[in-house]
């Protein structure tokens, strides 16, 4: 049921059929980096492309000699990436080269994490919006200069979203539930309901961080792809820590697709300006596990692994979380357009509603999520195509066999099929249905990251330790009964059949195995209560972070305490999700020139 979780649960749904050929800019500076020499010498050196990484490399390349390592490949001419008909084929391609890739976290949960430039803003649903104001004060942004990074980033990736039929019935329904005011199409987080941004635009084509490298200088800046860093390369001879010499950032060691190896330098600086930086922007699963195979992280854990120790940094890897998920899917009796999550309701208590809906939403669960979760080894894609579709489709024939009438062939069949027990390929606009989901602000509940291995290629031990806090599974609780409520208003109504109950709805979702969360009762039943609900449908809505924490692993300029010359400025610093969505924020976390340029002009983000 990966694909659930995958293609409607994080973005939810299959969408628009629009045809996108996206050409690649003139990015004179991208090349593979096979064609990297074997040695070269950088101001700033930048690991990681993805959201906080492009656009942190196209402002230093304003002022500096950059280099931008990314291990994945370009995100431009790949129509699962670039079209939002193939967006569910993106979370689901197994392949090597995958832009997305996936792993369990050891709680049993299904998570992704991009391996493209770009980055998650590759693979995402594309919900733009803002974090709050206390976010930013909190974090110690200084919010002049947060609001001028946000605008920078919008001008080149946030559009407003059409609205059509499903998405204003769930708008109204939401304010029918109680959760308002209504505040219209804004970036800005506020409680009520609102319609947020996007990174598609209206030709259906999605945007991304890559985009936001037109803004570099492209005599300064170059883009290595297909460049896996394996490690930070330091020196001794910095600044004194309890009477010792502080370890110094030197570069890095990576190897291009050929395994070849290659190193990039600091070239120290020239003429008056700054000496340069590594930056790991790695995000919240790479950034952690980057420091810990260079050798900075809990000292016991890297000696196990013969991983010598620069410094000893216990909380390296320490304070992991991501937002749990859960939700029902709502087969309608009449069609509904393709969309993304285009409406949120922000309720006081801190849980976000949020949906989508798709014409051909089951073909895209399709993808065998239930041997994929069975079966962790599985590496094939044949190992773990089977169809979802027959275990959902089984436990709904009583909301849709009474209401045949105006339902195509294809959905008819299908039914048929899944009462059979039988396997069905369903066809695009086979199936009319839409995901409602709850998430909410935090969480509350941490976990922690531990290297695997050696190779930087393979994913770490991830456990986040989802509904530890009691306070997350009370919110959980909260947000399905305004689930509840939105389902069953009279707004919502044209969009639900009308013996469709939230039970049912429950049951059918129950019913499916989209984790290895251990279940108390076996096949959950009508009674099953919502606390048990939460833990047993839990998916991921992968917003994982944390793991360098600010305080703990980096300081407030987000140098990695104990060495010199090494940053971190990504999500594995952020302590909770910022708002709906952290891509706006960790984009604009990039753009945060402060942390080199602290006498910036106000006026010089008009460009």
Excluded at 97 to 108: K, N, R, V
Excluded at 268 to 278: W, Y
Excluded at 547 to 566: A, H, K, N, S, T
Aim: charged residues 20%; glycine residues 10%; proline residues 7%.
């Amino acid at each position: 049921m990966w694909r659930l979780v995958a293609a409607v649960v994080v973005g939810f749904l299959s969408f628009h059929g629009f045809c996108i050929s996206d050409r690649a800019p003139n990015y004179t500076f991208m090349k593979n980096a096979t064609v990297a020499p074997q040695v070269s010498y950088y101001d700033y050196i930048v690991v990681g492309g993805g959201a906080a990484g492009c656009p942190l490399a196209a402002t230093l390349s304003e002022s500096f000699r950059v280099l931008l390592l990314e291990r994945g490949g370009s995100p431009y001419g790949n129509p699962n990436i670039a079209s939002l008909v193939h967006y569910p084929d993106t979370l689901s391609d197994l392949s090597p080269d995958s832009p997305s890739q996936l792993f369990f976290s050891e709680d049993g949960v299904i998570n992704a994490r991009a391996r493209v430039l770009g980055g998650g803003t590759c693979i995402n649903a594309g919900f733009y919006s803002r974090a709050p104001p206390g976010y930013v004060r909190d974090a110690g942004w200084d919010g002049a200069l947060a609001n001028r990074s946000y605008r920078w980033v919008e001008r080149a990736v946030a559009h407003e979203p059409p609205v059509r039929q499903w998405q204003s019935a769930l708008r109204d329904a939401l304010l029918e539930a109680g959760v308002g005011p209504y505040n219209g199409f804004t970036l800005d987080h506020v409680v009520g309901t609102k319609v947020g941004g996007t990174i598609f635009d209206r030709d259906g084509r999605r945007r991304t961080a890559a985009d936001l490298l037109e803004r570099a200088d492209p005599a300064r800046l170059t883009v290595l792809l297909w460049a896996t860093v394996h490690r930070v390369l330091f020196r001794h001879g910095g600044g004194s820590s309890g009477g010792k010499r502080r370890p110094v950032a030197r570069g890095v060691e990576f190897r291009d697709k050929a395994g070849a190896l290659h190193r990039a330098y600091l070239a120290g600086g020239s003429g008056g300006k700054k000496r340069g930086e590594v930056i790991l922007s790695a995000g919240a699963i790479g950034s952690p596990q980057l420091l810990m195979l260079s050798g900075v992280g809990p000292a016991e854990q890297l000696r196990a692994l013969g991983i010598k120790v620069v410094s000893d940094q216990p909380m390296v890897g320490r304070g992991m979380a991501d937002n749990p998920m859960n939700g029902v899917l709502v087969p309608s009796p009449r069609p509904v357009e393709a969309s993304l999550i285009q409406v949120v309701g922000i309720t006081p208590f801190g849980g976000y509603i949020e949906a989508g809906s798709g014409i051909n939403l089951l073909a895209s669960l399709t993808g065998g999520a239930v041997p994929l979760v069975k079966k962790r080894e599985a590496t094939a894609r044949d190992q773990y195509l089977a169809a979802f579709s027959s275990p959902l489709l089984s436990a709904l024939p009583p909301l849709i066999l009474s209401s045949q009438d105006g339902q195509p062939p294809a959905t008819k069949a299908a039914v048929a099929s899944a009462a059979d027990g039988r396997k069905s390929p369903l066809e695009e606009g086979a199936f009319r249905s839409g995901f409602i989901v709850e998430k909410f602000m935090g969480p509350a509940s941490r976990g922690h990251l531990e290297l695997a291995s050696l190779d930087p290629d393979e994913n770490p031990r991830v456990t986040f330790n989802y509904f530890r806090e009691p306070e997350d599974l009370r919110r959980c609780v909260a947000g399905l009964r305004t689930i509840k409520r939105v389902v069953q208003s009279r707004s919502f109504a044209a969009f639900r059949y009308p013996n469709a109950t939230m039970a049912s709805l429950l049951k059918a979702m129950a019913s499916l195995t989209l984790n290895l969360v251990p279940r108390s009762s076996g096949n959950a039943s009508a009674s099953t209560s919502l606390e048990q609900y939460c833990r047993e449908t839990l998916v991921s809505i992968y917003h994982s972070h944390g793991g360098c924490l600010v305080g703990r692993v980096v300081d407030r300029d987000y140098r990695v305490v104990g060495v010199e010359r090494l940053r971190v400025v990504d999500a594995s610093t952020f302590n909770a999700t910022p708002g709906t969505n952290p891509q706006a924020t960790v984009m604009m976390l990039g753009r945060q020139d402060f942390f080199f340029f602290p006498s910036s002009s106000p006026d010089r983000d008009k460009n």
